[in-house]
T-cell receptor, first 116, second 108 residues
């Protein structure tokens, strides 16, 4: 079956522009997670969704970052007024339900964001 | 504070030799620990989790609460084991905190 998909695969933007990154989770997965992978910070958690709700936004690095999820499916991560330090690979993962243990997270291929 | 430490950035081993990737953690509650692997040009994927007590691709990892460690081991490394390995600590909501990762290179 189809795995987690993300688009675009690569995005190059100019400093100060807004970008939208999209994640399509595995059908039926209620939990969705966003992570960021950068050279300086490694892999870091950004935000997660349980259904359409985001109970924990503590990982978002600044108020320029926001995310939403609609219909319990597609999620969009928006970065406003991009800065060079936002350059990273943004990863999305989904799992059947929220929680660790046996709820395996399946990762997408990532979106590589480059801010010039 | 929660923390996951992988002290080795790079581990180079010969094919057939044992390999051990170290992972130490700090967590106030009951930890859920995982090893994720990323092969070249592939997605990050789960290798194994401590609650399953399983062996995957010959790898095992034992949670040692006394030493707060979750080291990954394989008795005989294979060339296809060359990859980036991440130790991760999960909370009750599934949020994963990753270590910095260890690049494993297996040479023939």
């Amino acid at each position: 079956g189809a795995g987690v998909s993300q688009s675009p695969s690569n995005k190059v933007t100019e400093k100060g522009k807004d970008v939208e990154l999209r994640c399509d989770p595995i059908s039926g997965h209620t939990a969705l997670y966003w992570y960021r992978q950068s050279l300086g910070q490694g892999l870091e958690f950004l935000i997660y969704f349980q259904g359409n709700s985001a109970p924990d936004k503590s990982g978002l690095p600044s108020d320029r970052f926001s995310a939403e999820r609609t219909g319990g499916s597609v999620s969009t991560l928006t970065i406003q007024r991009t800065q060079q330090e936002d350059s990273a690979v943004y990863l999305c993962a989904s799992s059947l339900a929220v929680g660790g243990g046996y709820n395996e997270q399946f990762f997408g291929p990532g979106t590589r964001l480059t801010v010039l | 504070a929660q923390r996951v430490t992988q002290p080795e950035k790079l581990l180079s081993v010969f094919k057939g030799a044992p390999v051990e990737l170290k992972c130490n953690y700090s967590y106030s509650g009951s930890p859920e620990l995982f090893w994720y692997v990323q092969y070249s040009r592939q997605r990050l994927q789960l290798l194994l989790r401590h609650i399953s007590r399983e062996s995957i691709k010959g790898f095992t990892a034992d949670l040692n609460k006394g030493e707060t460690s979750f080291h990954l081991k394989k008795p005989f490394a294979q060339e296809e084991d060359s990859a980036m390995y991440y130790c991760a600590l999960g909370d009750s909501w599934g949020k994963l905190q990753f270590g910095a990762g260890t690049q494993v290179v297996v040479t023939p």
